[in-house]
């Protein structure tokens, strides 16, 4: 299957900070990804939905100020997690989609700690 | 939109079969019916979906009920990495934007 690549795996940071995840389809053009965060013994949630050239659409509850969402290319995202706070602490996790295929292909996920 | 409902958990020994309930009593005629499987810390990972005749692939087969209102997820043979949560999730036909949205699934745990 395709090849969906998020970068870094494991961050810690310090409260107050910034934080940047990118999540690179490899090996296929995403024109659409989405983001999700899951808590220990949770399910994912999903944060937002971003297309290629757009601004991204948030789920309720969701703060874009907070969580920011650059889809510049087909095959980069990034998530940019502002002025962090240790409850962002969580396991971060980007999807991409091809067009028409209904099959969505997942990255490996980012551990985010802040202390 | 259509919710799907799964025993929170199952147990499985090696070498063993496994059904993987799901039930979708709201499902409509063009969703079809997905299904991923997230293994301890990394992100989740396709297995198969189908929209009204039974499926397989590789990994697993797919069992849909007549009147589509509940399906199977069977792993013919467990291994130890099977081992991890299946989520059932409904699916709208065609890519675009739709979200695809998890519920709690089922924790498989497969002993040796």
């Known amino acids: 299957g395709a090849v969906v690549s998020q970068h870094p795996s494991r961050v810690i940071c310090k409260s107050g900070t910034s934080v940047k995840i990118e999540c690179r389809s490899l090996?296929?053009?995403?024109?659409?990804m989405f983001w999700y965060r899951q808590f220990p013994k949770q399910s994912l949630m999903l944060m937002a939905t971003?297309?290629?050239?757009?601004?991204?659409?948030?789920e309720q509850g969701v703060e874009k100020d907070k969580f920011l969402i650059n889809h510049a290319s087909l095959t980069l995202s990034t998530l940019t997690v502002t002025s962090a706070h240790p409850e962002d602490s969580s396991f971060y996790i980007c999807?991409?989609?091809?067009?028409?295929?209904?099959?969505?292909?997942f990255g490996q996920g980012t551990r985010l700690t802040v202390v | 939109d259509a919710k799907t409902t799964q025993p929170n958990s199952m147990e499985s020994n090696e070498e063993e079969p496994v059904h993987l309930p799901c039930n979708h009593s709201?499902?409509?005629?063009?969703?079809?019916i997905h299904w991923y499987r997230q293994l301890p810390s990394q992100g989740p990972e396709y297995v198969i979906h189908?929209?009204?005749s039974n499926v397989n692939n590789r990994m697993a087969s797919l069992a849909i009920a007549e009147d589509r209102k509940s399906s199977t997820l069977i792993l013919h043979r467990a291994t130890l990495r099977d081992a991890a949560v299946y989520y059932c999730?409904?699916?709208?036909?065609?890519?675009?934007?739709?979200?695809?949205?998890f519920g709690k699934g089922t924790k498989l745990t497969v002993n040796p």
């Open positions: 999730i409904l699916r709208l036909p065609q890519g675009g934007s739709e979200k695809l949205v």
């Open positions: 090996d296929f053009q995403a024109t659409t």
């Open positions: 189908g929209l009204t």
């Open positions: 999807s991409a989609r091809e067009g028409a295929i209904t099959e969505a292909f």
């Open positions: 971003s297309n290629e050239g757009s601004k991204a659409t948030y």
């Open positions: 709201t499902i409509s005629g063009t969703d079809y």
